[in-house]
């Protein structure tokens, strides 16, 4: 299998806990998916819902295609997602029940096809940034030290 990443949300990750994750296909039109393969998408406030018994993805950006002219969409539209309908109802009853929201996580190619992966996802508070952020710190001071001792040993 031939997966090759074009854009994360790293910011997913500090907002939220992220309890599931789901691989879905993306509707494209015109020139959009020539634009994500030149890496020119953003996840940055992006977010899915689903409307109808169908999924969408909000606020995904794909920078218009350099040599699109007229075949250029808009760069901020919704688009549909492509996932199994029993997977749609059962994110939907998740997703009603217990306050949370779906969050893309990355979008990729795979075996030349674009995919994105959502994740389910809670909102952190303050505190739980600030536990993060904690960790983070003690990671890369981890790193160092351990660094610092291969150089040294």
Known sequence: MDIKVIAENRKAFFNYFILEKYE?????????VKSIREHKVSLK????RVDNGELFLYNMHISPYSYGNIYNV?????????LHKAEINR??????????TLV??????????VKIELGLAKGKKYFDKRESIKKREV????????KEKEKGG
Do not use: C, H, M, W
Request: proline share 4%; glycine share 6%.
């Open 24 to 32: 879905a296909g993306i509707v494209l039109v015109g020139t959009e």
């Open 104 to 113: 893309p996580l990355k979008i990729y190619l795979k075996n030349n096809k």
């Open 91 to 100: 994110l939907l009853g998740k997703l009603t029940q217990k306050n949370l």
């Open 45 to 48: 406030d992006s977010f899915a």
């Open 74 to 82: 808009s760069p901020v539209r919704k688009r549909k997602l492509l």
């Open 139 to 146: 990671e890369k001071e981890i790193r160092t030290i351990l």
